[in-house]
């Protein structure tokens, strides 16, 4: 239901402390008529909560039913069979496998460096861009070595806490991994990795006497959080002293490809280049991050969502090169090939998004394979096998339960 035509009065209103991140409704979600605050079928994070807490809203309006609970039902079996598959490494989780990997330390101390960042601004202390330049540089460099492990990151690790410092972090793994597509050069680059880790930070600059009211928001109120962007623009540059185009890229990430975002209401190439990119790495992120029991094809899932927005809110060709980008089954998937044999993909092309290399995890008479036994398959050599569906974590965990 669109409340511009039949107003939250029409829809019913869910306290926001009955909330929780994992569940989803089967209608859009809003915080108000003017307001959205989730579609239908996507499943509500950590930091959206965080985020209505910074606001103090207490009431979101839907049409819709709630869904999702049985993510967290204690159903002995599929949850037995799930904590069996992850045992055996069949899971999405990166935390177990990867917790003393070089490369996991370094995007663990990124989000870390982030989060002390927010912090500041918060409490309002001074700050300085030499340690965003110092995260940036690093997040460069290492996308570059290590793109892979990267995006497994973003699709697989479990930190808990500083969700928004987790989310820009992965924001910017993700913007700098499509500017890298696209053959920026590579400042300019680093500007777009820059902007998405700052691309939130005016949500903890809103005013007062809204993030400390106690009563509902004024329909008025509620219209001043979206001047965050404008926040963030000015954190940016006042703050930080980071240069206009950087400025831009954290004022224009909720602009929309057919003019109807905001803050400025810009369209098409009116927007910058930066915040084009940050806006289909943020959506995508929310989407894939946060889900209890995390489903491994929700890449995948994100993936059709995003082409599914028909050149509405994002730049299609940017859209094209981040699919390309990320694959159309991204890493870390769990996938069935044309046999029977049921694997990871491990390493995705841009050039050939439909045939990535994968890592074999049972056989096609559905015999797990140990972890010294799980060869590789580059599907691209090996032209006989092809992918034929992917496949969910706990379809899979009932297939290991199985046998």
Same mark, same amino acid.
């Given at each position: 239901?669109?409340?511009?035509?039949?107003?939250?009065?029409?829809?019913?209103?869910?306290?926001?402390?009955?909330?929780?991140?994992?569940?989803?409704?089967?209608?859009?979600?809003?915080? #108000?008529?003017?307001?959205?605050?989730?579609?239908?079928?996507?499943?509500?994070?950590?930091?959206?909560?965080?985020?209505?807490?910074?606001?103090?809203?207490?009431?979101?309006?839907?049409?819709?039913?709630?869904?999702?609970?049985?993510?967290?039902?204690?159903?002995?079996?599929?949850?037995?069979?799930?904590?069996?598959?992850?045992?055996?490494?069949?899971?999405?989780?990166?935390?177990?496998?990867?917790?003393? #990997?070089?490369?996991?330390?370094?995007?663990?101390?990124?989000?870390?460096?982030?989060?002390?960042?927010?912090?500041?601004?918060?409490?309002?202390?001074?700050?300085?861009?030499?340690?965003?330049?110092?995260?940036?540089?690093?997040?460069?460099?290492?996308?570059?070595?290590?793109?892979?492990?990267?995006?497994?990151?973003?699709?697989?690790?479990?930190?808990?806490?500083?969700?928004?410092?987790?989310?820009?972090?992965?924001?910017?793994?993700?913007?700098?991994?499509?500017?890298?597509?696209?053959?920026?050069?590579?400042?300019?680059?680093?500007?777009?990795?820059?902007?998405?880790?700052?691309?939130?930070?005016?949500?903890?600059?809103?005013?007062?006497?809204?993030?400390?009211?106690?009563?509902?928001?004024?329909?008025?109120?509620?219209?001043?959080?979206?001047?965050?962007?404008?926040?963030?623009?000015?954190?940016?540059?006042?703050?930080?002293?980071?240069?206009?185009?950087?400025?831009?890229?954290?004022?224009?990430?909720?602009?929309?490809?057919?003019?109807?975002?905001?803050?400025?209401?810009?369209?098409?190439?009116?927007?910058?280049?930066?915040?084009?990119?940050?806006?289909?790495?943020?959506?995508?992120?929310?989407?894939?991050?946060?889900?209890?029991?995390?489903?491994?094809?929700?890449?995948?899932?994100?993936?059709?969502?995003?082409?599914?927005?028909?050149?509405?809110?994002?730049?299609?060709?940017?859209?094209?090169?981040?699919?390309?980008?990320?694959?159309?089954?991204?890493?870390?998937?769990?996938?069935?090939?044309?046999?029977?044999?049921?694997?990871?993909?491990?390493?995705?092309?841009?050039?050939?998004?439909?045939?990535?290399?994968?890592?074999?995890?049972? #056989?096609?008479?559905?015999?797990?394979?140990?972890?010294?036994?799980?060869?590789?398959? #580059?599907?691209?050599?090996?032209?006989?096998?092809?992918?034929?569906?992917?496949?969910?974590?706990?379809?899979?965990?009932?297939?290991?339960?199985?046998?």
């Amino acid at each position: 239901m669109d409340p511009k035509k039949g107003g939250t009065s029409k829809l019913r209103g869910i306290p926001v402390g009955d909330l929780r991140a994992g569940i989803a409704f089967t209608e859009a979600v809003y915080i #108000d008529d003017e307001n959205f605050f989730v579609p239908a079928n996507v499943f509500i994070l950590q930091k959206d909560l965080d985020k209505l807490a910074l606001l103090n809203i207490d009431t979101v309006y839907t049409a819709g039913r709630p869904k999702g609970t049985t993510l967290r039902r204690a159903s002995t079996p599929d949850k037995a069979r799930t904590e069996d598959s992850r045992k055996a490494g069949f899971g999405h989780s990166l935390a177990a496998t990867q917790q003393n #990997d070089a490369a996991y330390r370094v995007y663990r101390a990124i989000i870390d460096r982030v989060n002390e960042l927010f912090l500041k601004i918060a409490d309002g202390s001074p700050i300085e861009n030499s340690s965003i330049n110092s995260v940036s540089t690093q997040l460069l460099q290492a996308l570059r070595t290590q793109r892979e492990q990267y995006v497994g990151f973003v699709l697989g690790s479990e930190i808990k806490g500083a969700e928004m410092a987790k989310s820009a972090a992965n924001i910017a793994i993700l913007s700098g991994l499509t500017a890298q597509e696209i053959k920026l050069p590579s400042h300019k680059i680093l500007y777009v990795i820059i902007g998405a880790l700052l691309h939130d930070a005016g949500m903890f600059r809103l005013p007062k006497k809204i993030l400390e009211k106690k009563e509902d928001l004024t329909p008025e109120e509620r219209k001043k959080m979206r001047v965050h962007p404008l926040l963030s623009r000015e954190i940016a540059l006042r703050e930080l002293a980071y240069p206009e185009e950087i400025g831009d890229i954290v004022g224009q990430h909720h602009e929309r490809w057919d003019g109807t975002g905001y803050p400025g209401r810009l369209p098409g190439d009116g927007i910058s280049i930066g915040a084009r990119i940050v806006s289909i790495a943020d959506s995508f992120e929310a989407m894939v991050s946060h889900k209890p029991y995390r489903s491994s094809i929700v890449g995948y899932e994100a993936n059709k969502n995003l082409l599914a927005d028909n050149s509405c809110r994002f730049d299609p060709d940017i859209l094209k090169v981040f699919i390309l980008t990320m694959g159309i089954y991204p890493i870390g998937s769990i996938v069935r090939l044309n046999n029977g044999t049921v694997a990871r993909v491990s390493e995705v092309r841009a050039s050939t998004p439909l045939r990535p290399k994968v890592q074999v995890l049972m #056989d096609p008479q559905m015999k797990a394979r140990e972890p010294a036994e799980r060869i590789f398959i #580059d599907l691209l050599v090996e032209k006989k096998l092809f992918i034929a569906k992917a496949i969910d974590a706990l379809e899979l965990a009932k297939m290991h339960g199985q046998n």
